[in-house]
Each structure stands twice: as structure tokens, then as C-alpha cells.
């Protein structure tokens, strides 16, 4: 009950619907369906007011809802169980609840896309080095690293859609696995419960948790998404990049060290992806040996569920304050891309397009120069040109455009690319699709 009992409102909207079909199917009497509407009522009105004392002693918050209605309208709360099971009941309960709590988190990965779009926007033309290995690679727009992610946080959001999609399957109605002899309408209570459609096998229904997997995968995915973009933040911030600086409403100070400033938050949002993950394999691990159809060992889905909501729209809420509450030093991004040698491919590319040369050897070509450049300590573009001619003799000045960060970036224009412009036009996009 300590673990269940936030389910009380679904067990009730399930509750009403049953018997609201059990008159229609004239199981119950007009009067008997009334009485049972008006206790149930009652008794998620007293929820709502902590006025409702949860007995230990009668184990899930469905034996609590039904002895209290047994209180509040007498013997003819024994009819509410006709032609159902716990079996059935928990989990028409848990995919009602787990549907809501989906939507709600894709209501929280919204926010996150909207405040990354904003910071995307606001850095479109704020150079960064772009990493491989966490070296420099090729200069791109920050903007369209931070674009990067929305991309992920999208796919989480499709993949959670999905789930909604799979598990929109009435179970009310198989009973304890079989099925029931009492005419009940399937199709009735799950238009009412607002199902697509209700389940077809009635073994299969009660032991299934195919919907919790997908649910829980799906949360250790957007975990990792949340982890990655938490450790890069971290990185970034370090002293050893420190190319941005956190507010200090999102960093903590040190129980001994004055000057400390901690991106602990940051740190959390990559702890919690732990707990999230064991989530996934306690539940993987419980179905792994379980034969047909229903055994106890199911009844722990809940935790684990909750559980893993309560991490994830956490982790959700700390990310959007992180993202609204972060600043790039562009000073000494542009510094950190200036090394590196980061526009070397520039240099190849433009070889192969200007002089009829094969990519490999350019590449030769601008590696040699690069050996130049490191051996005389020097940064590609402080290189003359004539001395970049003692290595390739038909380069001219115009060469030296090349190796202009800007210049790199917007000549990226392939689909995908980080061109300025490009970013530009997926911004948009996304704003639209939001």
C-alpha cells in the first residue's frame, strides 16, 4: 500500500467504468451501480483531503478502496468485484497511470527542447571547437552542438510516444486469466477508460510487462541523453577548458574550500542515470524465468515504475534550470578553436576541389604542411605563402581564406551541417514542430 496507493485515482476511474458496464449489461441493478458511483466518489474525495486512512493490513490500494466502500455503502459493495480480478485491475490501473505520466513526460522534454532551442539560437555564430577523441577536430557552431542534442531529446520523445502506442490495450475483463462467464462488454469499458482497444489474450494480459520494459528502456535512453549532455557540461566547465561558467544558482560550495563553486547538479543529473539503468535490469531480471500467467514476483513493477518516473521528471525539471542558468565564454572558445590545427580538413578539401587532387593525397599534402606548422610553432593561418608553396607550389594567397574558423563553418553547408544558415532553418523547423 505504501508503494501503490498513488494509484488510487485510476483504481477508482477503473472501478466506476467496470460498474457502469456491469448495469449496462444488466449484472447489477440501476440502484446497486449508483450506491457503488456515489462510495467511490466519497472516497477519492477523502484522499483528496488526507482523510483517508491506508490499512497496512489489507495489502494494495484495491482492497483498501473496496473495505472502505464496504464502510461508506454497506454489502452492496460486493458487487463491484463481479467479473474482475486483482489480476486485471492492477494492470488496467498501472497502464492508465503510466500513460498520463508518459504525456507528462513529454510535456517536460518539450520544455527541455524549447529552452535548448533558445540557447542554439542565441550561439549560432559562437565558434567552438568541434571534438573527436575530446580533441580538437574542425571549428563548428555551438549553436549546432547544442542542436545536437535536441535531436536525441527528440527521439526520446517519439520513443515514449510509441510506448503509449503498444500499451493501449484494455485489460479490464480477463479476470484472473481466463476470461469470465458473466457478458461482460470489453469494448464498453474501454471506450470509457479510453483505450484503443481492449487485449486479446487473456493469459497473455495478466502476466505481461512488455509495457513496463519499454517504459523503463525508454527512461534509461533519455537517462543516457541527460548523462552525456551532464558530463559535457562538466568538462566544459572545468578548469582544464573552462570555456563556460555555471550561475551560482546551479553550483554548491565546499564544506572547507571558500572558493569552490561545484556543478553538483550537474553531477546529480549523471548519478541518477545509475539508478535508472538497475531499474531496467531488476525488471528485465524478475520476467527473465517467470512462466505463465501470473505469480507475485510481478507485483514489484510498481516500485520500479514509480520509482524511475519520480528520477526521470526530476532529472527533467534539474536540466531545464541547468540549461536557462549556463553562460559560454566566447573568448575563450574562439582561443580554444584557434589551436588545433582545426581547419587542416578545410585545407585538404579545398586542395581536391581546387587541384584536381585525390582526397588522399591532399591529405598527404596538408599533413606535411601541418608538420610545417607545428615545427616552426606556428598557427595554420600565420604561415606565408610562400611558405606553404615550398610544399605545394601551385597555392596561392587565396588559400589563406581556408583557414578562417567562419569561413569553415558556413562552407559546412550538406544537409545536417553546421553552416550557419543551416542552423538557422532547423530552428525553425523544430519551433514549428513544438
Not at 441493478?29 to 457503488?36: E, M, Q
Not at 491506508?54 to 454489502?75: A, S
Not at 565546499?254 to 531496467?280: A, C, F, H, W
Not at 578562417?404 to 553547408?413: E, G, M, P, Q, R
Request: with cysteine; net charge positive.
Amino acid at each position: 500500500i505504501d508503494v501503490d496507493k498513488r494509484l488510487y485515482k485510476e483504481d477508482i476511474r477503473a472501478s466506476i467504468a467496470h460498474v457502469e458496464m456491469l448495469f449496462k449489461q444488466k449484472i447489477i441493478s440501476f440502484k446497486i451501480k449508483n450506491k457503488i458511483i456515489y462510495g467511490l466518489n466519497k472516497i477519492e474525495r477523502e484522499i483528496l483531503k488526507n482523510k483517508f486512512e491506508f490499512n497496512k493490513k489489507y495489502e494494495d490500494i484495491h482492497m483498501n478502496i473496496e473495505k472502505k466502500l464496504f464502510q461508506v455503502i454497506g454489502d452492496d459493495a460486493g458487487y463491484i468485484h463481479t467479473a474482475r480480478s486483482r489480476n486485471d485491475q492492477v494492470i488496467t490501473d498501472l497502464k492508465i497511470w503510466m500513460k498520463s505520466s508518459t504525456l507528462e513526460i513529454n510535456i517536460n522534454l518539450n520544455k527541455i527542447i524549447k529552452t535548448t532551442l533558445k540557447v542554439a539560437e542565441k550561439n549560432i555564430e559562437t565558434i567552438m571547437p568541434g571534438l573527436t577523441h575530446l580533441k580538437n577536430a574542425q571549428p563548428v557552431s555551438l549553436g549546432h552542438y547544442f542542436m545536437a542534442y535536441i535531436e536525441m531529446f527528440i527521439r526520446d520523445k517519439k520513443r515514449f510516444l510509441n510506448n503509449i502506442e503498444n500499451l493501449d490495450e484494455n485489460p479490464l475483463g480477463v479476470s484472473a486469466l481466463t476470461g469470465t462467464s458473466f457478458n461482460i462488454d470489453r469494448n464498453y469499458t474501454t471506450k470509457k477508460l479510453k483505450f484503443k482497444r481492449p487485449t486479446n489474450n487473456s493469459i497473455d494480459t495478466v502476466s505481461d510487462r512488455d509495457f513496463v520494459l519499454d517504459f523503463l528502456y525508454s527512461a534509461s535512453v533519455c537517462s543516457t541523453h541527460i548523462s552525456r549532455i551532464a558530463e559535457e557540461l562538466i568538462i566544459w566547465n572545468s578548469d582544464g577548458f573552462g570555456i563556460i561558467k555555471l550561475s551560482d544558482k546551479i553550483v554548491t560550495g565546499s564544506s572547507i574550500m571558500p572558493q569552490k563553486k561545484n556543478p553538483d547538479l550537474l553531477e546529480y543529473l549523471r548519478g541518477k542515470t545509475g539508478s535508472v539503468y538497475g531499474n531496467l535490469f531488476s525488471m528485465l531480471t524478475i520476467l527473465k524465468g517467470l512462466p505463465l500467467s501470473y505469480f507475485k514476483d510481478l507485483q514489484d513493477d510498481k516500485e520500479i515504475i514509480f520509482k524511475t518516473y519520480d528520477i526521470l521528471i526530476n532529472c527533467l525539471k534539474v536540466l531545464n534550470e541547468i540549461l536557462n542558468n549556463f553562460y559560454p565564454d566566447k573568448k575563450k572558445m574562439l582561443e580554444l578553436s584557434n589551436s588545433g590545427f582545426i581547419t587542416s580538413t578545410d585545407l585538404a578539401d579545398y586542395l581536391v576541389k581546387n587541384h584536381s587532387m585525390t582526397f588522399r593525397s591532399a591529405y598527404q599534402k596538408t599533413a606535411a604542411i601541418v608538420n610545417l606548422a607545428e615545427k616552426k610553432k606556428k598557427k595554420l593561418n600565420d604561415l606565408s605563402i610562400e611558405e606553404l608553396k615550398r610544399i605545394e607550389p601551385k597555392l596561392t594567397s587565396e588559400v589563406l581564406k581556408v583557414f578562417n574558423l567562419k569561413n569553415s563553418i558556413n562552407s559546412k553547408k550538406s544537409y545536417g551541417g553546421t553552416a550557419f544558415e543551416n542552423i538557422k532553418k532547423m530552428i525553425i523547423k523544430y519551433r514549428k514542430q513544438i
